[in-house]
């Protein structure tokens, strides 16, 4: 699919080497609005994790109490998105080139039968109450995409709703109410009132939008990529608010801490984090990441007590303090050229772990000393990770 900004692929061979990566929990996830209250409700102590490996037609299931791959499960060609319902049970693969999603039962691997939503599945994302997944599927760029819903008991379609072109990312409201639809060559985001499943006037947004994430509160969606800004939509009445400037260039990923305080937004071209004060929607002085330009940000997770940004960025990963803007020391993650990309965090905040598109690894991170230890073997291109329930997602292997 064609972008006016640089694709995943694109971007990544400027860098010494390439890289592909997709979504994981890009934003603010359901629980995280509990931050500080401990693992959000249906989310076990030693939640698994649930590596996509693009080029191998598998998910990799890893343990995170051990730091070990437990199983490897085959689902369809090109999975590029992973979402996880509210009560933990089951996760939902988007098949890229099979135009279906593989509902995959956690607690013991095993991968059902594939449901068919047409068209490229690009992104996916669980109503808070657990009951329906929505997916996003492109259909050229030429031609309207689709969001399918998916009633969870049974695991059936519905009826697909009409939106943009190249629909890509997605967020929902914590309370389930409005659905929001990124649609890239539209220039647009659609929201879709959830009860109806009805698609509202969708709403302009510049040129070549491609980052889109939820406020915890659910007053605000933050949409990036036209002309160095992001640009706020409330919630109540699907209105855009004065964008607001952040230089830097292309935007590859967007995180809010779980406080609400403060955007975070990785910009590809300056190799710099931007913060954003979202009180007074403000953007603060860029943060350099003491890497060189073949290391740019690529993917943000933010730890849940709010105090910490990690950013994977191609051979490291590199912790940034809420409370001061500062970057930390590097993380190296394995060899050079790693392919650091996507990046989740556990619920209880004492791990994170990095994809690495390029040497088909997981690697964790011990958060209290910054630590990498030993990557973990999973499958060829991991590109899409997860491991608990999500307010919005974005498939950045489409951008």
Partial sequence: MVSMRPSRRAAASAAPAALAVLVGAVTMSAGAAAAGRGIPAGVPAHPR????????????????????????????????????????????VGNGLSGTVTPIRIATGTALAPITVGGVPAAIVISPDGKFAYVASGNGNNHAGTVTPIRATTNTALAPITVGVHPLAL???????ILYVLNQMSHTVTPIRTATRKALTPIPTGDNPHVLVMAPDGKTVYVAGPNDTVLPIRTATNTAGK???????????????????????ANFEQNVVTPVRLATRTAGKPIPLGTDSGDPPFGLAVTPNSKTVYVAAQSFVVPIRTATNKALKPIKIGSAGAGAFAIVITPDGTMAYSANSNNGTVTPIRIATNTALRPIRVGNRPEAIAIMPTLATLCRTCV
Avoid at 66 to 80: C, D, E, F, H, S
Avoid at 171 to 177: C, F, K, L
Avoid at 243 to 265: E, F, H
């Fill in 243 to 265: 964008p607001i400037p952040v230089p830097g260039g292309v935007v590859l990923d967007m995180a809010i801490t779980p406080d609400g305080k403060r955007l975070y937004v």
């Fill in 49 to 92: 994790l649930l590596v996509a490996n693009r080029g191998s037609r598998t998910v990799t299931v890893i343990s995170t109490a051990t730091n070990r791959a437990a199983k490897r499960i085959r689902v369809g060609r090109l999975p590029q998105a992973i979402a996880i319902t509210p009560d933990y049970r089951t996760a939902y």
């Fill in 171 to 177: 967020a929902i409201t914590p309370d389930g109410s």
